[in-house]
T-cell receptor, first 116, second 111 residues
């Protein structure tokens, strides 16, 4: 089945630094990738949708200058949290849509970010 | 009102029980209905999907969609401790559209 690889699985960074999270579709071409944020015991909150070669579409309330998304190829999307602060600590998850699949999307295993 | 409502639980059942998980939604434009399972600190994995109203069965899992009442159900037969996880319903409007997640229901199956 479709596999999405997300790295790193966890990261600790100092306040004010930037962190990059990678999301790769291993055996399919992902025309669309989605980035989510999840707080403990809460559901997934969509942050942005990215289409290969286009600018990402951000959900209302998500700062696009803080959460930089790049989807430069059909198999790779990155999320960069710039000038991270403790309130950015969260679980970040990507998902990818296979162009040939009309139904569910495949999710990565998530990245736990802790900003100290 | 949230577009997708789901009882957060937790729901605790003994091993072997039949589990019923439910969601209601408000957007009549939803056409595709997905159920995801999420283990702690992991990404969600797709369990079942259906298009429009009807039932779909896959092993111990059955998904039901009633568009007239905007009600989505997932049934788990012969529940196992390994089924202990959070179950999220996630409808969408079209094939390439974003998913709209419910809050998720935490299920615990006791041995």
């Amino acid at each position: 089945g479709a596999v999405v690889s997300q790295h790193p699985s966890w990261v600790i960074c100092k306040s004010g630094t930037s962190v990059k999270i990678e999301c790769r579709s291993l055996d399919f071409q992902a025309t669309t990738m989605f980035w989510y944020r999840q707080f403990p015991k809460q559901s997934l909150m969509l942050m942005a949708t990215s289409n290969e070669g286009s600018k990402a579409t951000y959900e209302q309330g998500v700062e696009k200058d803080k959460f930089l998304i790049n989807h430069a190829s059909l198999t790779l999307s990155t999320l960069t949290v710039t000038s991270a602060h403790p309130e950015d600590s969260s679980f970040y998850i990507c998902s990818a849509r296979d162009k040939a699949d009309n139904y569910g999307y495949t999710f990565g295993s998530g990245t736990r970010l802790t900003v100290v | 009102q949230k577009e997708v409502e789901q009882d957060p639980g937790p729901l605790s059942v003994p091993e072997g029980a039949i589990v019923s998980l439910n969601c209601t939604y408000s957007n009549s434009a939803f056409q595709y209905f997905m159920w995801y399972r999420q283990y702690s600190r992991k990404g969600p994995e797709l369990l079942m999907y259906t298009y429009s109203s009807g039932n779909k069965e896959d092993g111990r899992f059955t998904a039901q969609v009633d568009k007239s009442s905007k009600y989505i159900s997932l049934f788990i037969r012969d529940s196992q401790p390994s089924d202990s996880a959070t179950y999220l319903c996630a409808p969408k409007k079209s094939s390439g559209d974003k998913l709209t997640f419910g809050t998720g229901t935490r299920l615990a199956v006791r041995p």
